[in-house]
């Protein structure tokens, strides 16, 4: 399942750094994944959440307390993190202090995990923020992900212990009505920031008109978004596993929104309509059509969802076709073997549905299995025992006049 607000999300990304959004973070607001995986450090079984966040440098040798919105059931957990590979010459160093431990990381540092490159990791046992100051030289720092040490949890936002995506392009390959549709999906970058450090997210969204992208309210009205960039976001064309950053871009600016249910920042008519400066002729054609839908109206029907990947573990970030076994409308059962379409975290015109989702997948069309029937919106989890949450896209369209 998927990022929390849950939920998930995050123009100028820095590629290499491979960001997700993730709304658990009350900061960075950006998207989560989790596998039960082996610990490479221990051995034993642990729980890695990837987080991909970046902090950038801003030279200004200044100490934050970054709120990583850390919950009691994470606890205890290390904090992994990164450096890039854009270090300016040494000296420079990084220090970053828990209430339990305390890290720093300099130039002179070397790999400390096997096969995983300027990998640092933290241990916290409480939920309080941690202080980091990057001197003015220091590379930028990667929040990669959290290492829960309780092995017995249940894996959260990820519902199918075999998630397998499937690639666009290659993952695919013959497959052309769904890579045809894929065409239609589009990556959001965003600009977050907070104490003057900024940072980058994304989310996903789709082109329901020649230059009209729909996605995620919670994507677009952050709070952590600089208000100088709030109304843009950076549109990307022809995300596949040959174009990592897509074939073409544009600006998207805000022209519709729905609204959250009263007393919160996500969900209820979750969506938002963006309009490009640029039609871009090559993807013009590329449609999902929202005429072609209908309302969720039974649990234990087979979906698909189209979303960015943001990858863990094995699997690479990426624009990917989701349709785990899980993936139905309706909660997972409850202990009783009763599945409902609807709970108190997710009521109408949102649905529960059982497919997996990471970070940056917020925003992603839920059609049904095999035709390009679409009925949902998705946006986020609320309970790795339930299920994620999406808005009915009947419910989308009445707002929007169609």
Same mark, same amino acid.
């Given at each position: 399942?998927? /990022? $929390? !607000?849950?939920?998930?999300?995050g123009?100028?990304? $820095?590629?290499?750094?491979?960001?997700?959004?993730l709304?658990?973070?009350?900061?960075?607001?950006?998207?989560?994944?989790?596998l039960?995986?082996? /610990?490479?450090?221990?051995?034993?079984?642990?729980?890695?959440?990837?987080?991909?966040?970046?902090l950038?440098?801003?030279?200004?040798?200044?100490t934050?307390?970054?709120e990583?919105?850390? =919950?009691?059931s994470d606890?205890?957990?290390?904090?992994r993190?990164?450096?890039?590979?854009?270090?300016?010459?040494?000296?420079?160093?990084?220090?970053? #202090?828990?209430?339990?431990?305390?890290?720093?990381?300099d130039?002179?540092?070397?790999?400390?995990?096997?096969?995983?490159?300027?990998?640092?990791?933290l241990?916290?046992?409480?939920?309080a923020?941690v202080?980091?100051?990057?001197?003015?030289?220091?590379?930028?720092?990667?929040?990669?992900?959290? *290492?829960?040490?309780?092995?017995? =949890?249940?894996?959260?936002?990820i519902?199918?212990r075999?998630?397998?995506?499937?690639?666009?392009?290659?993952?695919?390959?013959?497959?052309?009505?769904?890579?045809?549709?894929?065409?239609?999906?589009?990556?959001?970058d965003?600009d977050?920031?907070?104490?003057?450090?900024?940072?980058?997210?994304?989310?996903?969204?789709?082109?329901?008109?020649?230059?009209?992208?729909?996605?995620?309210l919670?994507?677009?009205?952050? !709070?952590?978004r600089?208000?100088?960039?709030?109304?843009?976001?950076?549109?990307?064309?022809?995300?596949?596993d =040959?174009?990592?950053n897509?074939?073409?871009?544009? *600006?998207?600016?805000?022209?519709?929104?729905?609204?959250?249910?009263?007393?919160r920042?996500?969900g209820?008519? /979750?969506?938002?309509?963006?309009?490009?400066? #640029?039609?871009?002729e090559?993807?013009r054609? /590329?449609?999902?059509?929202?005429?072609?839908?209908?309302? !969720?109206?039974? *649990?234990?029907?087979?979906?698909?969802?189209?979303?960015?990947?943001?990858?863990?573990?094995?699997?690479?970030?990426?624009?990917?076709?989701?349709?785990?076994?899980?993936?139905?409308?309706g909660?997972?059962?409850?202990?009783?073997?009763?599945?409902?379409?609807?709970?108190?975290?997710?009521?109408?015109?949102?649905?529960?549905?059982?497919?997996?989702?990471?970070?940056?997948?917020?925003?992603?069309?839920?059609?049904?299995?095999?035709?390009?029937?679409?009925?949902?919106?998705?946006?986020?989890?609320?309970?790795?025992?339930?299920?994620?949450?999406? *808005?009915?896209?009947?419910?989308?369209?009445?707002?929007?006049?169609?």
């Open positions: 399942m998927e /990022d $929390n !607000p849950s939920r998930c999300l123009p100028a990304v $820095n590629p290499s750094a491979s960001p997700l959004r709304r658990e973070l009350l900061f960075l607001l950006m998207a989560l994944n989790a039960c995986t082996a /610990d490479a450090a221990t051995g034993d079984a642990a729980l890695v959440d990837a987080r991909g966040i970046v950038n440098n801003d030279h200004s040798e200044k934050i307390q970054w990583l919105g850390l =919950q009691l606890l205890p957990a290390k904090l993190f990164r450096v890039s590979s854009t270090a300016a010459a040494p000296p420079w160093e990084i220090r970053i #202090k828990s209430k339990l431990d305390s890290l720093t990381i130039s002179h540092d070397a790999l400390l995990l096997v096969g995983v490159p300027n990998a640092y990791e241990l916290v046992d409480d939920t923020p202080a980091i100051t990057l001197t003015k030289d220091a590379p930028d720092l990667i929040y990669d992900s959290i *290492v829960r040490e309780t092995a017995s =949890q249940t894996p959260l936002f519902i199918s075999t998630p397998h995506p499937l690639y666009f392009n290659g993952g695919l390959k013959g497959d052309n009505a769904r890579i045809r549709l894929g065409r239609s999906i589009v990556r959001l965003f977050i920031e907070q104490d003057g450090y900024v940072g980058e997210t994304y989310c996903t969204g789709f082109q329901i008109a020649p230059g009209e992208i729909l996605t995620n919670h994507c677009i009205d952050s !709070p952590l600089p208000i100088d960039h709030r109304k843009f976001t950076t549109i990307r064309y022809g995300v596949d =040959q174009h990592p897509g074939e073409a871009w544009a *600006v998207g600016t805000v022209v519709k929104i729905g609204h959250f249910n009263v007393g920042n996500e209820g008519l /979750d969506f938002a309509v963006l309009k490009a400066n #640029k039609i871009v090559t993807f054609s /590329d449609l999902v059509d929202i005429n072609n839908s209908e309302d !969720p109206s039974n *649990v234990g029907s087979a979906l698909e969802v189209y979303e960015m990947w943001s990858g863990v573990g094995a699997f690479g970030a990426g624009k990917a076709l989701i349709s785990n076994d899980e993936c139905m409308t909660s997972l059962p409850d202990s009783s073997g009763v599945s409902k379409l609807n709970n108190a975290a997710c009521s109408s015109p949102d649905f529960l549905h059982g497919c997996d989702a990471q970070g940056g997948s917020s925003g992603s069309p839920i059609f049904l299995r095999g035709t390009n029937k679409l009925i949902g919106l998705h946006f986020g989890e609320v309970l790795s025992t339930v299920g994620n949450c999406a *808005v009915s896209i009947s419910a989308v369209k009445r707002e929007l006049g169609k």
